[in-house]
């Protein structure tokens, strides 16, 4: 019998990349338009001259964190009573998610870019510096690397948030909100050296400086460490009748 698994996974991955994609179209567009207008009329962001690539860091991890816990709501169990596996759904929704960080990271690399062009042929000047964790030897490409899987790390932990709430309720919710705050934490304190989510006052508000390359494993242990967690619980998560 041939086995259509690759298929059913290529087509949940492909459809939740293109919903998701759908509504990147608007979140892009919209913090591309904030970017002149908050350096007008806000010093303190002119001053830190910042490339759009840099200014979009924060609104996109909030964005991919709710993504991250939508999509278990909207997608997990429409997918699921259609009758695909939870180890389908899982993988498809895992790849696109991954895909997804790519291209929001690309469209920002290219608009960063145009803007640079537009400023060598205008009076508009664009910002040039990265966030100081960001300041690399490459313009774009380690940049790029490192916010695509801080990105793809918070759509983990908006998942992982969303999943303990779907799975377990009751204190499974504090659990899984204080794992979830904990796992971004560990991601902030690997690249900014400091959380920008609230952690419980016994933990260390501030950690040593990582090498690239040493931020750069650790991260990507702390996706897989994410993605198997996730695999384990939705594995055995009980959908919900309407």
């Known amino acids: 019998m041939h086995d259509n698994t690759p298929s059913i996974r290529s087509k949940v991955a492909t459809d939740l990349f293109w919903t998701q994609l759908k509504w990147t179209f608007w979140f892009v567009p919209i913090v591309l338009i904030s970017y002149p207008v908050l350096t007008f009329f806000f010093a303190e962001v002119q001053e830190l001259e910042l490339t759009f690539l840099s200014?979009?860091?924060?609104?996109?991890?909030?964005?991919?964190?709710?993504?991250?816990?939508?999509?278990?709501?909207?997608?997990?169990?429409?997918?699921?009573?259609?009758?695909?596996?939870?180890?389908?759904?899982?993988?498809?929704?895992?790849?696109?998610?991954?895909?997804?960080?790519?291209?929001?990271?690309?469209?920002?690399?290219?608009?960063?870019?145009?803007?640079?062009?537009?400023?060598?042929?205008?009076?508009?000047?664009?910002?040039?510096?990265?966030?100081?964790?960001?300041?690399?030897?490459?313009?774009?490409?380690?940049?790029?690397?490192?916010?695509?899987?801080?990105?793809?790390?918070?759509?983990?932990?908006?998942?992982?948030?969303?999943?303990?709430?779907?799975?377990?309720?009751?204190?499974?919710?504090?659990?899984?909100?204080?794992?979830?705050?904990?796992?971004?934490?560990?991601?902030?304190?690997?690249?900014?050296?400091r959380p920008t989510l609230p952690v419980p006052d016994f933990l260390p508000a501030a950690a040593p400086t990582f090498s690239l390359g040493v931020s750069l494993i650790c991260n990507l242990v702390l996706i897989i460490a994410g993605l198997f967690l996730l695999f384990r619980i939705i594995r055995r998560a009980r959908i919900k009748l309407d």
């Open 55 to 193: 200014f979009l860091f924060q609104p996109a991890k909030i964005y991919m964190l709710v993504l991250g816990i939508f999509s278990i709501f909207a997608f997990f169990p429409y997918y699921v009573k259609n009758g695909v596996t939870r180890k389908d759904y899982f993988t498809g929704s895992a790849l696109a998610a991954a895909v997804l960080a790519v291209t929001i990271v690309l469209l920002s690399v290219i608009i960063m870019i145009i803007l640079q062009l537009i400023g060598n042929w205008t009076a508009y000047s664009p910002g040039t510096e990265h966030l100081p964790f960001l300041q690399m030897s490459s313009k774009w490409v380690f940049p790029a690397v490192v916010v695509t899987c801080i990105i793809l790390s918070y759509y983990i932990g908006g998942w992982m948030i969303a999943l303990g709430f779907y799975r377990f309720g009751g204190w499974g919710v504090l659990l899984f909100i204080l794992i979830g705050l904990l796992y971004l934490s560990a991601i902030d304190l690997l690249w900014e050296e």
